[in-house]
């Protein structure tokens, strides 16, 4: 901080980029178009939560008769953790509604919030499934001699345990989701992003990018701080099992 407020051009940099009254002016709309990124946010969590789950079921099912779900569920989180999700916002935001599909939505915030799931439910998956690994197999054994066949050792045994083992690193996805939701302000929704660049245009200052990130930093690090807390007291309780 000392080298930025002290070099030569710190003036004009804070100048256009930390002007108080346009700070002011424009952090009340931003705010307001912010719902938008938490709406993305939220609608998204609960498919991402559901089907990343769903996936790393699938790719963790034994035996020779489960393997096309197991590579199938394999080239889906491939494929999806490969693709830039900005990339992926650009063909589906601009090319599924080019198709006219009869009733399907060509609004751009459903095709913002499928892109986002279909790339979030891949990470998620493999948290997911590295949460049902951690699980000894002596507790499904255990589950299967109590007379519980292998699904309802999965749904009430090995599941449970694993989410809630996996619950720190899942939040530090939905950290990241959070902050993605910007980006599908690149295919038309106004979003706090948006909104920033609207203000910018209009003021020819680019103090409102910087309320964007103050209030974006409102959010993540609350999360993040929670997120440290969780993991804090797995650790704690694990050392007390020990």
Request: no cysteine.
């Amino acid at each position: 901080m000392l080298i930025v407020v002290s070099s030569p051009g710190w003036p004009e940099v804070r100048e256009s980029f930390f002007y108080g009254p346009e700070f002011r002016e424009s952090l009340p709309d931003i705010a307001s178009a912010f719902t938008r990124n938490v709406r993305l946010f939220l609608i998204a969590e609960v498919f991402i939560l559901v089907f990343g789950l769903l996936l790393a079921i699938l790719r963790s099912l034994p035996g020779p008769v489960f393997f096309p779900l197991r590579l199938l569920s394999a080239a889906y989180t491939d494929v999806f953790r490969g693709i830039p999700t900005i990339l992926l916002i650009f063909l589906l935001g601009f090319g599924a509604p080019a198709l006219d599909l009869q009733g399907v939505p060509n609004s751009p915030f459903f095709w913002g919030v499928v892109t986002l799931v279909l790339v979030y439910s891949a990470y998620v998956a493999e948290v997911y499934r590295a949460g049902i690994e951690s699980v000894h197999p002596s507790q499904e054994a255990a589950a299967r001699s109590l007379g519980l066949n292998r699904a309802q050792a999965l749904r009430y045994v090995v599941v449970p345990q694993a989410v809630r083992r996996v619950v720190p690193p899942l939040l530090n996805d939905f950290i990241g989701l959070q902050k993605d939701t910007a980006l599908v302000a690149l295919i038309g929704p106004v979003e706090a992003f948006r909104q920033s660049q609207i203000e910018v245009a209009g003021a020819f200052n680019y103090t409102p990018y910087v309320a964007t990130a103050a209030i974006f930093l409102a959010l993540t690090i609350p999360m993040t701080r929670f997120t440290d807390w969780l993991i804090a007291r797995n650790r704690r309780r694990e050392l007390a099992r020990a």
